[in-house]
């Protein structure tokens, strides 16, 4: 089946440095990424769709500067969470999907984001 | 603003036991999808159901998507504790623009004790 593959699984750093995690899919090619970010026991939220060789599209209330989304490939995107801080730590979760636009999603492992 | 509520959010019960998560909403959906997320992974999906009234089935779970294709239950016949875990419907909308953009209900935290 369809692997998308999310990278890293765990990031710990300092308040104010800037962090890049990347989602590739290994076997298709993913027209469209989204962005999730989740909290504990709660559900997905959705902060940013992105399509290969567009900008992203933000959801309300996420912050383009604050989380940099780039899709510059059709196996590749990046999200960088600029200048972090402890209110950012979370579970980002990645996924990609393919053509036509009913076609599922399918999810990244996720990256564990501690903000010290 | 398009709402799935999910509900029980928080389920624990014994091994053996049955039981029904239910997503609902005002909204028709051309596609709804169930996932299963375990602590520390990202989701996979378990089914995508698409036609009004459609039932799926995988082992001990059952899948239904209603007439009207607004609401969606999951049915666990004998649950096992290796059911644990997180479960989250999601709806597609034919008209988000194209993207596919999913809808998330609040998720189902189940806890299967031995």
């Known amino acids: 089946g369809a692997v998308v593959s999310q990278h890293p699984s765990r990031v710990i750093c300092k308040s104010g440095t800037s962090v890049k995690i990347e989602c590739r899919s290994l076997?298709?090619?993913?027209?469209?990424m989204f962005w999730y970010r989740q909290f504990p026991k709660q559900s997905l939220m959705l902060m940013a769709t992105s399509n290969e060789g567009s900008k992203a599209t933000y959801e309300q209330g996420v912050e383009k500067d604050k989380f940099l989304i780039n899709h510059a490939s059709l196996t590749l995107s990046t999200l960088t969470v600029t200048s972090a801080h402890p209110e950012d730590s979370s579970f980002y979760i990645c996924?990609?999907?393919?053509?036509?636009?009913?076609?599922?999603?399918?999810f990244g492992d996720g990256t564990r984001l501690s903000i010290l | 603003t398009q709402l799935l509520e999910q509900s029980p959010q928080f389920l624990s019960i014994q091994e053996g036991e049955n039981l029904t998560v239910y997503c609902n909403s005002s909204?028709?959906?051309?596609?709804l999808q169930w996932y299963r997320q375990e602590p520390g992974e990202g989701p996979v999906l378990l089914v995508t159901?698409?036609?009004?009234?459609e039932v799926k089935k995988l082992k001990r779970l059952t899948f239904q998507f209603g007439d009207a294709r607004k609401d969606s239950s999951l049915h666990i016949t004998a649950a096992q504790p290796g059911d644990t875990g997180l479960y989250l419907c999601?709806?597609?909308?034919?008209?988000?623009?194209?993207?596919?953009?999913?809808?998330f209900g609040q998720g189902t935290t189940l806890q299967v004790k031995p």
């Open positions: 996924s990609a999907r393919g053509t036509p636009s009913n076609q599922p999603q399918h």
């Open positions: 159901v698409v036609t009004g009234g």
């Open positions: 909204s028709v959906f051309s596609s």
């Open positions: 076997d298709f090619q993913a027209t469209t």
């Open positions: 999601a709806g597609s909308q034919r008209y988000s623009s194209n993207t596919g953009k999913l809808i």
